[in-house]
């Protein structure tokens, strides 16, 4: 037996750390559901910033219903970053030449892309790829994001349905194929043939987010028959393109209603919206009226852009009343959002070498940043200048390398999804 004073010592030690374990594990299972969540209807400290804010910054009454406990919960896309999805250069597969790919193969890529259709993207540019995002998540997680990603989908299996056959593309890109307004997280039809089975990689985290509180939507399936796509569009002929894309006219017809979630970009009430290659006014309509009962209006504005595909290289909203512009795409409505009292950025030019390899995007890659908050942007490590200017106007540049990464088609938004941002529901328009 223990001397008295010795074991009551030892009691009291062993009652601390149980306390100590109790503390512990109740922080790392802190269940979202039983959490109390002020800081879902405080909006993030505007006075803070950097730089002046000139907008209107209105904080709006949350729609009913809303789940003050979703797992899933954003309004805009430069609040606190809480949980993130990062795409994966995994089994990315080069997808038949059709002509949603011939329509968005720049230059050079157009011969690339022929050869390579059907066949794995050359190894040595994805297994890079997937080291400079292993990088980034980790960068992500060191700033106690949580980062979540898609599973490992082999995108070389073909399908058949009724109306096409094709293979896959990759789940590198989940801003092309999620958004998230608020606590409901919402899945694009997209309209490339090859990206029609993308949801599956997805399936585990979607399922896990509505079992815990999330709103799961996805749009109607589209049939991607002949009728979706103008046969007779000029895919060759650049000024043709130039003066169908001022009048609206793309390769995707009125047929159906397709979107890629990455030609929205949100900013609290107000989210706005291009007509492109790869969303059509049905699909814009569809979202509009899926998003009015909850007070969200969506905005179609109109740009030069003969290869319009995701706005987020050509309008990317970074802070409240705080846009990024593109210096060669004109914005039609830029009066509109001037007037409103919005700060305009006009990204710098790229520094990508021309002889890097871009499959699906042009060099501007370089604008298409992501805030971690509205202080800290991540921004492409070799291009300087850009990151120079948003140094500039008061932001925090975060260098992250994923050159490679953008040869798949993407920058850090198209890369990422967020999931979760510590704010509420605003109106800045
Ligand atoms: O150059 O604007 C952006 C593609 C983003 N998924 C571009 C292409």
Known sequence: MLPSKLSSSLLCQCKDLKKLVQTVSSVLSRDLSTETESWRTTPTDKSKLPYAVNSKCEKVELPTGTNLKSPVWSWNG???LEEVIVGRAEGAFCPPFEKEIQVNSYGDNFEFMKKQASKPFPK????KAITE???FCRILEAEGITVKQPDIIDWSVPYKTPDFASTGLYAAMPRDIWMVVGDEIIEAPMCWRSRFFEYRAYRALMKDYFKRGAKWTSAPRPQMSQELYDNDYPIGDLDKRYEMA??????TTEFEPVFDTADFIRAGTDIFVQRSQVTNDFGIEWVRS??????????????????????DTTFNILGPGLVLTHPERPCHELDMIKKAGWTILTAPKPLCPP?????????????????LDPHRVCVQKTETTTAAMFESFGLKAIPIDIRHAN???????????????????????
Do not use: Q
């Not at 499959?359 to 298409?368: K, P, Q, V």
């Open 78 to 80: 430069w609040d606190p």
């Open 246 to 251: 001022n009048n609206g006219k793309f390769l």
């Open 407 to 429: 040869t798949l088609g993407g920058g850090f938004h198209c890369w990422t999804c967020d999931i979760r941002r510590r704010g509420t529901l605003e109106s800045y328009f």
């Open 133 to 135: 995002i292993a990088e």
């Open 355 to 371: 002889d890097h390899p871009l499959w699906f995007s042009s060099r501007w890659l370089s604008a298409n940043v992501v805030m």
């Open 290 to 311: 899926h998003l009015a009962p909850k007070g969200i209006k969506v905005h179609k504005l109109n740009f030069t852009d003969p290869h319009a595909m995701h706005i």
């Open 124 to 127: 040595e540019i994805v297994n």
